[in-house]
């Protein structure tokens, strides 16, 4: 069974650094490609960037507003999806998913976690 | 970029028949998911590659795709169907309907 536990979300201060973690189970992250899509208190959702799988090269991907800031990255021993934000503005703040992509069915964002918050707030 | 317009809210009498749209330029040509998210819950995916349903998806849920519109249906609508529903076609997201169940 596919199990996606986010952790290292907090509070921030505008032009500071988190990085957020991902921990899967019931398959490897290597062999997956995986997205993060956030969701900013009362609004919609909204991809942030994707990693590909190994097999398909391992190129990542990101929308405009966090290129440049945000980066996606995994650690096949630990079976766990990163996501290391910089310079992050207040506008960052939401919940941040984790997602799979097309482990469970041949769909980007089949099974998503739980999600951490991420305040960013002087 | 890519834009997906939903309506931001639908409603529904339990037992009736819900549509939700979602716009975008040709919509048809490419597939399209759905979303169901509760509140303080994560989203969780109804519908993938138009009108395809997950394993434990009730079969009350429906999708389809056409022209420049794609609709997700639910037949029977049941209370616990209130929810939150986003339409998804590339890396875009509709903004999202607020389905009412009363």
């Known amino acids: 069974e596919v199990q996606l536990v986010e952790s290292g979300g907090g509070l921030v201060k505008p032009g500071g650094s988190l990085r957020l973690s991902c921990a899967a189970s019931?398959?490897?992250?290597?062999?997956?490609?995986m997205s993060w899509v956030r969701q900013a208190p009362g609004k919609g959702l909204e991809w942030v960037g994707r990693?590909?799988?190994?097999?398909?090269?391992?190129?990542?991907y990101y929308a405009a507003p966090v290129k440049g800031r945000f980066t996606i990255s995994r650690d096949g021993s630990k079976n766990t999806l990163y996501l290391q934000m910089n310079s992050l503005k207040t506008e960052d703040t939401a919940v941040y998913y984790c997602?799979?992509?097309?482990?469970?069915?041949?769909?980007?964002?089949?099974?998503w976690g739980q999600g951490t918050l991420v305040t960013v707030s002087s | 970029s890519y834009e997906l317009t939903q309506p931001p809210s639908v409603s529904v009498s339990p037992g009736q028949t819900a549509s939700i749209t979602c716009s975008g330029e040709?919509?048809?040509?490419?597939?399209v998911c759905w979303f169901q998210q509760k509140p303080g819950q994560s989203p969780v995916l109804v519908i993938y590659?138009?009108?395809k349903r997950p394993s434990g998806i009730p079969e009350r849920f429906s999708g389809s795709s056409s022209g420049n519109t794609a609709t997700l249906t639910i037949s029977g609508t049941q209370v616990m169907d209130e929810a939150d529903y986003y339409c998804?076609?590339?890396?875009?997201f509709g903004g999202g309907t607020k389905l009412t169940v009363l």
């Open positions: 998804q076609a590339w890396d875009t």
């Open positions: 040709k919509l048809g040509d490419i597939y």
């Open positions: 997602t799979t992509d097309q482990v469970v069915v041949p769909a980007d964002f089949d099974y």
């Open positions: 990693i590909k799988s190994k097999t398909g090269g391992g190129t990542t």
């Open positions: 019931g398959f490897t992250v290597s062999d997956a490609s």
């Open positions: 590659e138009d009108s």
